[in-house]
T-cell receptor, first 109, second 116 residues
Framework: GQQVMQIPQYQHVQEGEDFTTYCNSS?????IQWYKQRPGGHPVFLIQ?????EVKKQKRLTFQFGEAKKNSSLHITATQTTDVGTYFC?????????FGAGTTVTVRA | DGGITQSPKYLFRKEGQNVTLSCEQN?????MYWYRQDPGQGLRLIYY???????QKGDIAEGYSVSREKKESFPLTVTSAQKNPTAFYLC???????????????FGNGTRLTVT
């Protein structure tokens, strides 16, 4: 079955710096979704990528889908304290959405 | 407002007891899901249902049971057979896969279950 892996597991960032989190799949993905979970909260959908090589931006967040559709990345520029939380990537396989283990982001002011 | 309601937010049980977690949605979504979240392990799928009166096992179904008698409701029972039941349980829903392709999941606020 499909396995989705994320690295790094933890990311400690100085406020104002940039960072990237990566998502890799053992199989070709039909699409990739990204979610954010704030501390104590529930996952909230951020974005979906479907096309090979697709790049989408949401303000300071840039999402990319690999050419082979087996990997994805999330790049955050000028990190702010509001970026704190865990970021998950997830891929659909049949009727199941499989999540990576997530990257937990903390920010030093 | 449309959404998913999970209750209660915190639940405490003694070992050996079955416990049922509630999940209700008023989004008119066909599909519903139960995930378990443990620290450092992301979200793992327990059960999912694409339509009323039908459901399938996810990746970690052992020790759990579900029912889908109504479109709005998808309760999860954690049985005494589940060896490590203490966890954060998340219910989610999405529109039918056939109708809308790859839909995002809408999550409830979760139930934190502690079994001692």
């Amino acid at each position: 079955g499909q396995q989705v892996m994320q690295i790094p597991q933890y990311q400690h960032v100085q406020e104002g710096e940039d960072f990237t989190t990566y998502c890799n799949s053992s199989t070709t993905l039909s699409n990739i979704q990204w979610y954010k979970q704030r501390p104590g909260g529930h996952p909230v959908f951020l974005i979906q990528l479907v096309k090979s090589g697709e790049v989408k931006k949401q303000k300071r967040l840039t999402f990319q889908f690999g050419e082979a559709k087996k990997n994805s990345s999330l790049h955050i520029t000028a990190t702010q304290t509001t970026d704190v939380g865990t970021y998950f990537c997830a891929g659909w396989e049949d009727y199941k959405l499989s999540f990576g283990a997530g990257t937990t982001v903390t920010v030093r002011a | 407002d449309g959404g998913i309601t999970q209750s209660p937010k915190y639940l405490f049980r003694k070992e050996g007891q079955n416990v049922t977690l509630s999940c209700e949605q008023n989004l008119n979504h066909d599909a519903m899901y139960w995930y378990r979240q443990d620290p450092g392990q992301g979200l793992r799928l327990i059960y999912y249902s694409q339509i009323v009166n039908d459901f399938q096992k996810g990746d970690i179904a052992e020790g759990y049971s579900v029912s889908r008698e109504k479109k709005e409701s998808f309760p999860l029972t954690v049985t005494s057979a589940q060896k490590n039941p203490t966890a954060f349980y998340l219910c989610a829903s999405s529109p039918s896969r056939e109708g809308t392709g790859f839909s995002p999941l809408h999550f409830g606020n979760g139930t934190r279950l502690t079994v001692t």
